[in-house]
């Protein structure tokens, strides 16, 4: 499914975390992890000249070699493939580069609300990271810890367009990785009509929907449950996930609006934005 994960690190509790979904998946599917530490060009007086901007320049590579450290540590301890790298820049454009730079099929990134020295991955920076990467992002957010990640219940936001149906695999093929259970979850968008043959229409378009995915699940031996619901897609995806307890959310971004469509390119940020728990992302991809 992937042979590559590139795992920006910042010496957080939150890249923490995302380390270790990082090294559990490359773990279950035979990847080797790429660890990258930007020196964040953009944090004030790290890069000045004089006594100031040497000692907070000294201060943030030595948090970076930290974190990488730590992560080599841990994968060698796990069994996974790891290299690293440490680059000056932007964060969002260094990440992207890193992409394109180490073949990376699945970026899996932490994400906290305010950055520090060397410590980068603010939420701006995973919104920007989930919204023009050409590959998965997956963002951990929630409670920092330093427990193992667990993976035992994936929902699947879905809307019947072709990055839903590559989000779907990616929900799938996770869930037989680590015997999970999938939610599939339909929204029937209210803001193009609350009643009368538009919604009638739109309804029996999930159940179509839904009803494939179970059967999906039915085939390939994953659990599946379904839902339909109306409402504004992002708020409803969140509801349902803390309803259930889910562990990650799936779903494509960058879908087209339809009378069948959900807006998945502003959904998903709205839902990476504002979640609570890991958010994997995807985008369509015609050769699924």
Request: without cysteine.
């Amino acid at each position: 499914m992937f042979d590559r994960v590139l795992l920006p690190v910042d010496g957080s509790v939150e890249s923490r975390r995302a380390a270790g979904y990082a090294l559990a998946l490359a773990g279950a599917f035979d990847a080797s992890v790429h660890a990258l530490a930007v020196l964040d060009s953009e944090v004030p007086d790290v890069f000045e000249e004089g006594p100031t901007g040497e000692r907070d320049a000294a201060a943030a590579r030595t948090t970076a070699r930290a974190a990488l450290d730590a992560v080599g540590e841990h994968a060698a301890a796990a069994g996974v493939r790891a290299t690293e790298s440490v680059v000056v820049g932007h964060p969002t454009e260094a990440i992207l580069d890193a992409v394109d730079a180490n073949a990376v099929d699945l970026v899996v990134l932490g994400a906290h609300r305010r950055g520090r020295l060397a410590r980068f991955l603010r939420r701006s920076v995973a919104e920007g990271v989930a919204r023009h990467a050409p590959v998965p992002v997956l963002t951990v957010a929630g409670p920092a810890t330093d427990e193992p990640p667990a993976l035992g219940r994936i929902l699947l936001a879905t809307d019947g367009s072709e990055s839903a149906r590559t989000a779907r695999r990616w929900a799938f093929e996770l869930a037989r990785a680590f015997g999970a259970t999938v939610s599939a979850l339909y929204v029937v968008e209210t803001r193009l009509g609350s009643s009368g043959v538009l919604r009638q229409l739109l309804e029996r378009r999930g159940e179509g929907i839904t009803r494939e995915i179970r059967v999906r699940g039915a085939r390939t031996g994953v659990p599946v449950d379904t839902a339909i619901r109306a409402g504004d897609p992002a708020r409803e995806i969140r509801a349902f996930a803390a309803e259930r307890g889910v562990d990650v959310v799936v779903l494509g971004t960058h879908g087209r609006m339809g009378l069948d469509r959900l807006m998945m390119g502003s959904v998903a940020a709205t839902v990476v934005r504002e979640a609570d728990r890991p958010v994997l992302t995807v985008r369509p991809n015609p050769g699924a």
